[in-house]
């Protein structure tokens, strides 16, 4: 543990380093000099920018025949520094003059010349040409020293071309532009390159530790298909020349464009948050050593106590002496301020905060499968008994089930549409017997559910299987629903088996690879082929914010061999590999909400509706308030692209667009270039439309819904857990014997231990919390992201319509009649609330299970 928690704090210790500046300027004069504003971040060193920052225009109307390019303005050094503080920020503002010659015309673009030694961080500029008449400049990035780039940062105005559009004056400096970004894809990657490539996930692996740190390439085979990530070029390993090496200083500097880096601002509360995970993690540890250095947890109360029940104030001063050898001297001072500014415990999480024990429920069980952490792949039956893919069929038989059908035959519920499957059964079984040879004890489960009239689900029987000894055999046991007796114990065991399931799912498949690895790609044939003067650019990049970010950082520390996902979950070194066989079946059309919910026979198509399709389970909260977010983005994304491409034509040859889709299909996504259902030809607005909404949906509410509940429902984790340690004993085993003793202690023997429960439980509290530069889906980190009017108007309807979204879950969630809402844990739906009403980005902050930003941004 000391030493993984030294690694941690080590690359904590890095990244606070590289938390600089920030820099955010105004202009607010002319005649015939303009005089603007800048803001900047105090810097680590207090260099002044005044002295090494100068910015110069481009004219985006009038060209210099002297260099064929637009017309350039002197450079404008900065002026007049006055500090200010906002909150735990300081920052210092400066004036800046620039000189228009006569018949200068707009400004298109503007270049940022860094003459220091440190990088600062751009937000924007604002140039105001006369009292009513002003261009602004939407920057939101990193700008290193000339001396490390050789180049000036350029930076385009907020005004939108189509290539065929762009005005003489700025195609060179647009195409010029373009690029630069795309590089000649050789060589490693330094933290000032803006340079955008694909690369396969050859970075888990460290193969030169040895045999059980070598992980397979992802992405570029048939074997194992993915997703790619964002070129960062490192020196390959000595020991296979494929697998690309890490520091030999753990931290957390993996390759991440300035464009696309965390602002100070995130970088500085991420920083925090992870001191506070670290804290909160070493806390049971530490009680541990008082206690005989315990394992397991000896009873639920002791598991409550432990980690949500505040410790006396000695605890604390125990906690800093703990962990005063593992960080670095320059963030114990963090540490001691984390501890005496926040309880020294989890919060409860919200799933037991109302009532301990009603997770219990198989009411519960099933609604969390429509309303929880993983709700979108419980889909209708269509075949009783269920088959395999290899023709095998399952062992549950019609008896089994039509005890609890309510008089219904199985043929006659199938009939209605109120069979139900929880299919964890395919994708895991050839991995099976290799997972648990690691010392975990999982079965692959099969979970069938009854809609009842009232909407719930009733669960009616769980098949957990194993691979039997002879290749290709399975050996099943089916349990049934019971309240009294063994039977009732060995129930909740088979229940515990489909959650342990269900949660390395989510977390593997729902989440990392629907989400953040998949938009990936997307973001990084933006950067490449789509210019930031382009519409559809304007349109997507608050939904890219962070992404390339936090990815880097999962795979830094917790996606690696021997990282976190692989302690935690219990896929453990075949985790990744696992969630490659799984890719090979993703179809980027089907992650469309109304084709998904078509897909599995929860929903019938329905032209009547908003978004085409008519729920066959009404009270599904994830798919009822999700698809009211659907046609409420699909709306907006139809409305601006009718603005700029007026036919078919227009999408068709926007030279940019086409190279942008034909990248993603075929390099970023390539290992499913061959795929035709894969996508769309994007020969049409309309085909346009379908496919960014998608996209747009994917990085913002299909995140929302499956990352920011975790802590409510995992952070309990007999509710969810991640690994097994005991299969269910049989009866007339010593194993049985012992089950029936002391039913609570054999649970907790077979849930993860204290130490990986731990662990998990400080992973998922930061990633389950908002930062406090949230951008939420309707909200804009800029007012002036575009010089539109009438997509401002467009953009203003957007938000009208997600704030009566957000009026329709309130109702949902007061109309007792919807009883998945609630459930008998009593947690309110919220996932999918947009959060548009908030007065300002970031205003709702931490764990508070609501608002949908705008991008996979943790």
């Known amino acids: 543990m000391k030493k993984m928690l030294q690694n941690c704090c080590a690359k904590l210790h890095d990244a606070i380093y590289r938390h600089l500046s920030l820099l955010s300027i105004t202009e607010n004069e002319t005649q015939p000099s303009t005089r603007g504003k800048v803001v900047v971040y105090r810097t680590f060193r207090r260099s002044s920018l005044s002295k090494s920052i100068t910015i110069s225009l481009y004219s985006a109307t009038e060209i210099d025949q002297n260099t064929g390019i637009a017309k350039q303005t002197g450079e404008a050094s900065l002026r007049n520094g006055k500090k200010t503080k906002h909150g735990e920020t300081e920052t210092t503002t400066y004036d800046v003059f620039f000189f228009l010659e006569e018949g200068f015309g707009a400004p298109g673009a503007m270049a940022v010349k860094n003459k220091g030694q440190d990088q600062f961080f751009l937000q924007s500029v604002t140039v105001e040409i006369s009292e009513n008449h002003s261009f602004h400049f939407d920057c939101n990035s990193w700008v290193y020293p000339i001396a490390k780039t050789n180049v000036d940062r350029l930076f385009f105005a907020n005004t939108s071309y189509l290539p065929s559009q762009t005005p003489a004056a700025l195609q060179s400096l647009r195409q010029e532009e373009l690029a630069s970004l795309r590089g000649n894809g050789r060589g490693q990657r330094e933290k000032w390159d803006r340079i955008f490539d694909y690369d396969r996930y050859n970075d888990l692996g460290e193969p030169d530790k040895g045999q059980h740190h070598v992980r397979p390439v992802l992405g570029g085979s048939k074997t194992y298909p993915y997703p790619r990530r964002c070129r960062t070029g490192r020196l390959l390993s000595d020991q296979d020349r494929v697998t690309e090496t890490r520091h030999k200083i753990i931290n957390l500097d993996f390759y991440v464009p300035p464009d696309d880096r965390f602002s100070p601002l995130k970088l500085s509360e991420f920083i925090s948050s992870s001191i506070r995970a670290v804290v909160h993690f070493v806390i049971p540890e530490v009680k541990s050593l008082f206690e005989g250095s315990i394992k397991n947890f000896d009873s639920f109360g002791q598991l409550s106590k432990d980690l949500y029940t505040q410790r006396k104030s000695f605890l604390e001063s125990v906690v800093r002496e703990r962990i005063k050898d593992l960080v670095p001297e320059e963030l114990y001072g963090e540490v001691v301020r984390v501890t005496k500014e926040n309880p020294i415990k989890f919060p409860v999480p919200q ?508």
């Not at 088979?494 to 593997?508: E, I």
């Not at 936090?550 to 996606?559: E, K, T, Y």
């Not at 690696?560 to 059309?589: C, D, H, Q």
Request: one cysteine or more.
């Open 351 to 858: 799933v037991i905060a109302t009532d301990e024990n009603a997770w219990r429920s198989d009411e519960e069980f099933g609604r969390e499968m429509l309303a929880g952490l993983n709700p979108a792949v419980i889909r209708c039956l269509e075949k009783f008994p269920p088959v395999g893919k290899g023709g095998k069929r399952s062992t549950f038989t019609a008896s089994q089930v039509e005890i609890n059908l309510e008089g219904l035959s199985i043929g006659e519920a199938m009939s209605a549409g109120r069979i139900f499957i929880l299919d964890h059964h395919e994708y895991l079984m050839p991995y099976l017997r290799r997972i648990n040879e690691q010392g975990v004890c999982i079965y692959a489960s099969r979970t069938l559910l009854f809609l009842r009239p009232d909407q719930t689900l009733k669960p009616l029987a769980i098949e957990l299987s194993l691979p039997g000894e002879v290749r290709g055999e399975e050996v099943s046991r089916v349990f049934l629903p019971a309240s009294q007796g063994s039977e009732a114990v060995l129930w909740q065991l088979a229940k515990t088996h489909v959650a342990v399931n269900d949660s390395g799912h989510h977390q593997l498949i729902s989440h990392w690879l629907h989400t953040h690895a998949a938009v990936e790609p997307f973001i990084i044939a933006t950067r490449r082929q789509l210019s930031a003067m382009h519409p559809i650019y304007k349109l997507l990049d608050p939904h890219f914010k962070d992404t390339l970010h936090i990815n880097s950082l999962a795979r830094s520390v917790l996606l690696n061999a021997g990282g976190v996902l692989e302690r935690t979950m219990f896929p453990g070194r075949y985790a990744m590999e696992l969630s490659s066989a799984i890719y090979k079946n993703w179809r980027f059309n089907e992650q469309a909400l109304p084709l998904d919910l078509l897909r599995r026979g929860v929903a019938v198509e329905d032209d009547s509706e908003p978004s085409g399709v008519r729920l066959l389970i009404e009270d599904y909260p994830y798919a009822a308030d999700g698809l009211d977010v659907w046609a409420t983005i699909e709306k907006w994304v139809a409305n601006y692209c009718a603005h700029y491409y007026r036919d078919d034509r227009a999408v068709a040859t926007d030279a940019e667009l086409q190279a942008w889709w034909h990248e993603v299909c075929t390099v970023g996504h390539g290992d499913k270039r061959d795929d035709d259902e894969c996508w769309l030809p994007l020969d049409s607005v309309a085909n346009l439309c379908q496919s960014l909404t998608t996209l747009i949906w994917i990085a913002s509410a299909l995140h929302a819904a499956v990352n920011f509940g975790q802590f409510d429902y995992a952070g309990y984790m007999p509710n969810r857990p991640t690994r097994c340690r005991k299969f269910i004993p049989k009866e007339g085993t010593p194993e049985f014997a012992e089950l029936i003793r002391d039913t609570d202690k054999f649970f907790l023997e077979m849930v993860p231990d204290r130490f990986t429960a731990t662990l998990g439980l400080a992973l998922i509290e930061v990633l389950s919390g908002h930062m406090a530069d949230e951008v939420y889906l309707g909200q804009r980190a800029s007012a002036a992201w575009t010089d539109d009017g009438e997509v401002i108007r467009m953009f203003e309807q957007f938000r009208v319509m997600l704030r009566e979204v957000e009026k329709r879950i309130d109702e949902r969630n007061r109309n007792r009649m919807l009883k998945n809402r609630w459930g008998p844990a009593r947690v309110p739906y919220t996932l999918l609330y947009p959060g548009t009403s908030n007065t300002g980005p970031g205003k709702e902050k931490g764990i508070t299970g609501r608002g949908i930003p705008n991008s996979v941004s943790i």
